[in-house]
């Protein structure tokens, strides 16, 4: 089936998706879970042929994305049946008002229609993103990655089997067959079928879809999150937020990669960072340091992009500024307006820095590690969004919904 | 100045806007709205100059709109105090959380940081729009029309005096000076310099934006509007509706262009509904009709692209449908996504339109002509958006701002 086809497919579907009520959803959500379990066996073959076909051309990091096992599809069921848990977003009431000339209006959450999703070679993203889409009651259309074609084939087979138990139709859920450059461009250029295009995967694909796209895109974001270290931090504190922020997960969009320590408080606190991130660790980090920091301690001279360099590895840059006022001025030039964290005890400055930086979510002692669906919240995300426009950090259920305003009167004319 | 210049100028007044609380603001309105008064001389004598250029280059129509009076300008002072009376959308607390582990996390709205508006000819768009954009905290860059440039000129330096007055930096104001396309094409290519761009003007205008922008676009849509008249309709409401939606001002985007009929009631209202919109007028309505239509009244036989035009004129384009269901599928291929309305008695019908009817704003038995941010309780707009991510239907001062969630902790770590 060519690109096109499908998409007017999924897009004939949209109306029954948009009809279907929360019971009917959830009830196709456990049986798409329960059917993920009765084909593991199917699933599992065919990712064994993606594995064989891709061993030898991909690294060995890469090929354990592609990887699945009985316990990774467990996990991938048991995160639906957690999606189905959650309450449905559409047709939930965002604003009322009655006006006085009587008419009433309702802002509305509604399905946002077809939602498409680019994404790369991680097989659980493709039962992941499904059925976030499809609770959010639109149709969904997957484009995943040429490696793991195989395996994404035989998951959206066995989920479109359990939305077909629960009378939802099976043209709701796609998998573009096409997995060459052209079909993304197809994706990106699809105005009047998609309503929605999320990128998931790295910063070329991300950007290309922002540039090229002709349809609305979320743009899910890189992350260079900064630990700003005030001159009236707790320093125990401050020390346990930045191993955390960086050496928890440091693979992760939400993982620290900058340290900027007052000036104050450098020659008492950069030692002991140091001790704690290199010493005794299966994974010592690599400190890139500014002069200033140098002349403290040990490490490697940062280079010119290190302060704009998103590392996820065990690397920190550390600099040291002035003034809270320098470190929100170097935030505003480097950060990817992802996730930015203050340690200080003093209320003013915290308030000044919550306030003056623009980014999706700011922290005031606390790890920025916490920008995520699951610990907002909201129960799952289809990604962390750094743009402004529609939404910005975790993409939950809601996110994924538009709204109308439904306006019911009797007779009134202006 | 060139239009990166002014940009850069606009970026670096950002930080004053979003720290500027809404007693300065307000008090920078108030101050503005004076400046305007006191400088309405100033801005006639450019006025006449921008007239005395453009007469016999544009229509009559064209020069009315460009032309500004006394009234015209108190007017926008009027509008520009209405606006200082609003509350302030910034620092809403959207949404509060308080975690299981003591992380309090307020969702909260905070300004767009520079909002550019290309707009046309109209003098009071340049007031409307940056007085709008201020009041929501960002930095404002407008870049209006090559007719309307000196007046344009005349109230931004008003403006921005009144802005001085309150202590507000006037760079927050900018007017780009080139009116070419180039000038156009840079804002679209900001990246990192504008965080919103609104086209308000014509079809080709939102067009280039929306395909050509590497910034993110509000677009600003058009309407084709339509009016479905049920079998269960009380058909003097009918008439009263359409009446209303198609003659009350039939130059705006929430006007209707359509008027389905269900086939039960079409002989009876179709020769009404030819009396009341053509009999003893000023400005008789042209009737396009279907052959279905044109077989109960006379009327102009419709042409295959009368479903798909906004007239915005006296033209009103009739068809006679079999059922809801018809009348809800022929909205799905030609209405633009504004405002869509049935008239109907029968509650079951209404519920199903307004489910299936995916336009920003869906009636049940109102004119059409209510989408607007005044009569939708919001006080004031910058538009209406048919588009669905961020903001659908009126742009009032919330759809400008943003959000970002400030989490506040003492200490977690994950």
Sequence with gaps: MTTMELLERARGAKTAMALADSEQKNRALLAMAGALERHQGDILAANEQDLAAARGTISEVMLDRLALSPERIAGMARGIREVAALPDPVGAVLNRVERPNGLVIE???????????IYESRPNVTSDAAVLALKAGSACVLRGGKEAHRSAAAIVAALQEGMAEAGLPREALQLVEDTSRQSANELMAARGYVDLLIPRGGAGLIRACVDNAAVPVLETG?????????????????????????????SVCNAAEVCLVHRAVAGEFLPRLRDRLTRGRDHPVELRLDPAAAAV???TPAGPSDFDTEFLDYILA???????????????????????????????????????????????????????????????????????LHARGPLGLQELCTFKFVVRGSGQTR
């Design 107 to 117: 802002k509305t959450a509604v399905p946002m229609g077809v939602i498409a999703i």
């Design 222 to 250: 890189t992350g260079i999150c900064h630990i700003y270290v005030d001159r009236a931090a707790d320093l125990d504190m401050a020390l346990d937020i930045v191993e955390n922020a960086k050496c928890s997960r440091p």
């Design 318 to 388: 550390v600099k040291v500024v002035d003034s809270p006022e320098e470190a929100i001025g170097h935030i505003a030039r480097h950060s990817t307006g992802h996730s930015d964290c203050i340690v200080t005890g003093d209320e003013e400055t915290a308030r000044r820095f919550l306030q003056a930086v623009d980014s999706a979510a700011v922290y005031w002692n606390a790890s920025t590690r916490f920008t995520d669906g699951g610990e907002f919240g909201l129960g799952c995300e289809m990604g962390i969004s750094t743009q402004k």
């Design 297 to 299: 301690i040990d490490g």
